[in-house]
C-alpha cells in the first residue's frame, strides 16, 4: 500500500485509491472490510459489492486484501485516515 509523507512531526497520510470502479469501492473500506472479519473475495462481494458489476477488480481486490490482513496499519495509520 502507498503511504504519502506529510510532515516529519505528523502519521503518514494514504491517499485513498479506488479499486472497484462499479461500485466506488475504496482501499480504505477494503480494510474496513478486513477489520470486521473479510478474509475473502467473496467476503468482499457480501460486504461492500466488489467484482458484483463487470468484475475486473477481483484479483486486485483481493492482493488488497490479502495485504492488509498480512500487515495490518498501525493505530497511528487508523487515526490518519
Ligand atoms: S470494477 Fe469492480 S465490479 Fe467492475
Not at 503518514?12 to 479506488?18: G, H, S, V
Not at 472497484?20 to 473475495?41: F, K, V
Request: glycine share 6%; aromatic share 2%; net charge neutral.
Amino acid at each position: 500500500m502507498r503511504t504519502i509523507l506529510i510532515s516529519r512531526t505528523s502519521p503518514p497520510l494514504r491517499a485513498i485509491m479506488y479499486i472497484c470502479l462499479c461500485n466506488a469501492i475504496t482501499d480504505r473500506q477494503i480494510a474496513e472490510a478486513a477489520e470486521a472479519g473479510a478474509r475473502s473475495r467473496a467476503d468482499l462481494a457480501h460486504q461492500l459489492g466488489v467484482g458484483l458489476g463487470c468484475g475486473r477488480c477481483v484479483s486486485c481486490a483481493e492482493a488488497v486484501l490479502n495485504e492488509i490482513v498480512a500487515d495490518p496499519p498501525c493505530p497511528a495509520e487508523k487515526l490518519a485516515a
